[in-house]
């Protein structure tokens, strides 16, 4: 054993001491990649090997790891000012130079900005601010959240709720009251011949009347559902969505998240479907993960509402780190690089590519669909391409030879729904991830989905 590894194996012997990890379970976690470095796609561990991200770690690295520009943005933030609170009656100018480049970027009728520190807390504050935006026009009775099953939001109590991939309610429910879940726009695995995205659409519309209009605050979707398997929706879904959210009053929440920040080849998720939000939560990329940071942003309806509200209907919603100078300078950093570098056009291109390449792999007998937007793509992997029938643990096994082979790819294991699915593998490398390294993704993918069966 060399110095390295002895160093190493301490820091894993600690860790099994000390440390309870996202997703905490002792067998997975037995040996641990310790990573120490990464530079654009690539990730190094502790042992000298090297893996290419096709993740971009948890979906977030936009513009790749280790961009000094941003390590100097932070330093120059936390020198001049580390922190000081946001809260009403003080401001920061990394924080209203942000909200504004966001309210810029972002949907036309986007007005403000209120931060948070990642993407669980997004949405908790989004669903917050839709009960808050009906009780101000005197409808307080519009509380319910609507979801669609395979949404992934975040895992704190609220956010879990409208999180609808069993494994996370299983051993924290009861979900919290007035949360309720329709089906998804999922072409693949939608029962008989109709369009997904209309029926998708309807059973929100069914939803809300089986509730009752005037209890339903709002929907949250995810513009395409990225840890439910990346589902991307029909052009038929948003808009009716839409009309159905107008019809009724119920506010639609984007959840961008994942989509947000030049991910799908747009700015933001929707741009692709021609619809707006009223809101919409987002993180990750925001600051390409260099710093945690989030937020939502509100329409400039909801936000006249906000800022008439008489002094005893006050936004009583905070945190100590909304604002924080620091994260929001690195942010500001990380979209320069974005715009400067021409990464949202590169996403689109490059991304279709990439796209294209991966459905080479649709003559591989196992892999039952490929899809995706951007640089967001995922493969379904079947035992059966005729019946659909959902391959259940062939995933794990790709993943396995996959990292064997220097590749990190994440899975969305095989889920009952409904609608049933089969094991999913996801792909977001950075946005600047240089086409040899794609190429490369997807050959050792290839021969990983291979290896595996
Ligand atoms: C669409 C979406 N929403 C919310 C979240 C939760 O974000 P966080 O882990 O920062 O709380 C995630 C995380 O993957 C996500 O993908």
Redesign the pocket.
Known sequence: MNDLSSAEDLLIAADHRHMIHPLHHAKDHEKPRVFVSGEGAILRTADGREYIDSLSA??NVHIGHGRKELAAAAAAQMEKLAYASAYAGSTNEPAVRLAEKIVNLAYPNMAAVYFTT????S?ESAFKFARYHWKRLGKPNKVKVISRRYG???VTLA?MSATSLPNYHKMFGPVVPEFLQVAPPYPYRWPGNGDAGVGAADAVEEAILAQGPDTVAAIIA?PIQ??GGVIVPPASYFPRLRQICDKYDVLLIA?E??TGFGRTGTWFGLEHEGVQPDLFSF??GVTSGYLPL?GVAISKTLYDVLQDAPADEKFMHAATYSGHPVCCAVALANIDIIEKEGMVDRARDVGAKFITNLESLLTLPNVGEVRGRGLLAAVELVEDKGSKAPAKGLGAKVVAEAGKRGLLVRLRAAADGPPASGDVLCFSPPLSTPEPILDQIVSILGESIQAAA
């Open positions: 948890l979906w990642g993407g669980a807390e949405n992934y939001h975040g956010a995810e990225g840890s959840d998240v994942i993180a990750k989030g």
